[in-house]
C-alpha cells in the first residue's frame, strides 16, 4: 500500500469514526429522554407502593407508621389534596395538633373547596389555646372569596376553554347568520360568554396565586411571644400559641413580620413557624 493510500485509508477511517460520533451525539437526546422516561416511570412505580403501604397502614389504625409513609412520598415531590389531607388525619389521630393544621391548610390550599378538608380543620383548630376573632371582611369580598373556591383550578381551565370555543362559535353564527333574531341571540351570548371566561379566568388564576404563594404559616412554638422589632431584646407585644395561623408580611433576617387574625401585628423568630 503506497503512502497516499495509507493516508486515505486513514481518512476514511477517521470519517467514520467521525460519521458514528455524529450518530451517537443526533442519537444522545433520544437516548437521555428515554432513560429519563423510564426512571420516571420506576419512580412512580415506587412511590405508588409506598402510597398503598401508607394507606394500609391507616386502615389498621397505624398512624405513625402511615405519617412516615405519607412524608416520604410528599419528600419526593408528589402532592396531592388528598395526600395532605389523610397525612393531617394521622397527625390528629396522633395528637399532633399543629402538624394536622398545617397539613389540612396544606390539603385545602390544592382544594379549596373540599367540605371534608374545611370540616377536620374546623375541628383541629377548636383543639388548639388562641381562639382568635378574626376581623370581618366586606361583604363583596366574602362573595368573591366563596365564589372563586366553588370549583377547583383545572374545573376553572376546562369552564375557560370551553366558554370560549362557544363565544368563538356564537361569534361566527352571528357574522354568518342573515336573521335579525339569530343575530341578536348569538351576539348576546357571545357577550355572556366571554364574560364567564373572563370571571373563570380571573377565579382559576386567584386559586393558581393562593397554590403557588406562601404567605401564611402555622406557629409550631408551644407558646410565643410576638416582639415589637425583629430582635430578641426588643419590647413584647403579646402571646401566641402552637397550631395559630398567621398571614407573612415580611422577612428580615431570621424573623418574620406576621399579622394575627385579629389584627394585631409583630415579629416572630422564622424557626417558631412553618409555611403553608
Not at 405513625?64 to 389523610?86: D, Q, R
Not at 375541628?123 to 366574602?142: G, H, R, S, V
Not at 373572563?198 to 410576638?226: C, D, H, M, W
Amino acid at each position: 500500500m503506497t503512502q497516499n493510500a495509507i493516508v486515505i485509508s486513514c481518512l476514511c477511517e477517521n470519517s467514520l469514526r467521525s460519521l458514528r460520533e455524529i450518530r451517537m451525539m443526533r442519537n444522545l437526546p433520544i437516548i437521555l429522554l428515554f432513560f429519563m422516561l423510564v426512571t420516571n416511570v420506576f419512580a412512580t412505580e415506587h412511590y405508588s407502593t409506598i402510597l398503598q403501604q401508607g394507606n394500609t397502614s391507616y386502615k389498621t389504625e397505624n398512624y405513625e407508621e402511615a405519617s412516615k409513609l405519607y412524608t416520604e412520598v410528599l419528600a419526593a415531590n408528589y402532592e396531592s389534596s388528598a395526600l395532605y389531607f389523610n397525612l393531617g388525619n394521622c397527625y390528629y389521630k396522633l395528637n399532633q395538633i399543629p402538624d394536622a393544621i398545617l397539613n389540612y391548610e396544606k390539603a385545602l390550599k390544592l382544594n379549596l373547596g373540599n367540605s371534608d378538608i374545611k370540616f377536620n380543620l374546623t375541628i383541629a383548630n377548636k383543639q388548639i389555646t388562641d381562639k382568635l376573632e378574626t376581623i370581618p371582611k366586606l361583604f363583596i369580598t366574602q362573595w368573591w372569596n366563596s365564589f372563586t373556591q366553588l370549583f377547583n383550578i383545572d374545573t376553572w381551565a376546562w369552564i375557560v376553554i370551553l366558554s370560549l370555543l362557544f363565544a368563538v362559535a356564537l361569534f361566527a353564527l352571528f357574522k354568518l347568520s342573515n336573521t335579525e333574531f339569530t343575530k341578536k341571540t348569538s351576539f348576546y351570548g357571545f357577550l355572556l360568554l366571554l364574560c364567564l371566561t373572563f370571571t373563570a379566568y380571573l377565579s382559576g388564576s386567584k386559586q393558581k396565586q393562593l397554590r403557588e404563594n406562601s404567605t401564611e404559616a402555622i406557629i409550631f412554638a408551644p407558646s410565643l411571644t410576638v416582639k415589637s422589632s425583629p430582635a430578641t431584646n426588643s419590647q413584647d407585644l403579646f402571646l401566641i400559641h402552637e397550631g395559630t395561623k398567621v398571614s407573612l408580611l415580611e422577612t428580615v433576617d431570621d424573623w418574620y413580620k406576621v399579622s394575627i387574625p385579629d389584627g394585631n401585628t409583630g415579629w416572630i423568630p422564622i424557626s417558631a413557624a412553618k409555611q403553608i
